[in-house]
């Protein structure tokens, strides 16, 4: 299983940006998938996820900004960001808790590759 994810650059504050990330590979089931984000010298952060029922969450610092969404049949998750900031800088990862085939009833954690965002002042 793999998580490949485009998007992302360099945006003035208040500008837009839109990221994606499609799961491929043996997969049977996904239940979450979401954004992580991680700026220079701290921990990674959740940014937001949703559920295959569509329920999301949301940090504090990007609600009413963010939009996280999914394409089940695809496999696929958005996220749109608007009015960023520059305290949205930082690499943003994809996540998902995938069922293999074959695999029994387990989710397993995938990450995807990080993607750059960067928000100038």
């Known amino acids: 299983v793999q998580l490949q994810a485009s998007g992302g650059g360099l945006v003035q504050a208040g500008g837009s940006l839109s990221l994606s990330c499609a799961a491929s590979?043996?997969?049977?089931?996904?239940?979450?998938m979401g954004w992580y984000r991680q700026a220079p010298g701290k921990e990674r952060e959740l940014v937001a996820s949703?559920?295959?029922?569509?329920?999301?969450t949301y940090a504090d610092s990007v609600k009413g900004r963010f939009t996280i969404s999914r394409d089940n049949a695809k496999n696929t998750v958005f996220l749109q960001m608007n009015r960023l900031k520059p305290e949205d800088t930082g690499v943003y990862y994809c996540?998902?808790?995938?069922?293999?085939?074959?695999?029994?009833?387990?989710?397993?954690?995938?990450w995807g590759q990080g993607t750059q965002v960067t928000v100038s002042s």
């Open positions: 590979g043996n997969i049977f089931s996904i239940n979450d």
């Open positions: 996540n998902a808790h995938i069922i293999r085939l074959g695999d029994g009833y387990n989710y397993r954690n995938f």
């Open positions: 949703i559920y295959n029922g569509g329920r999301t």
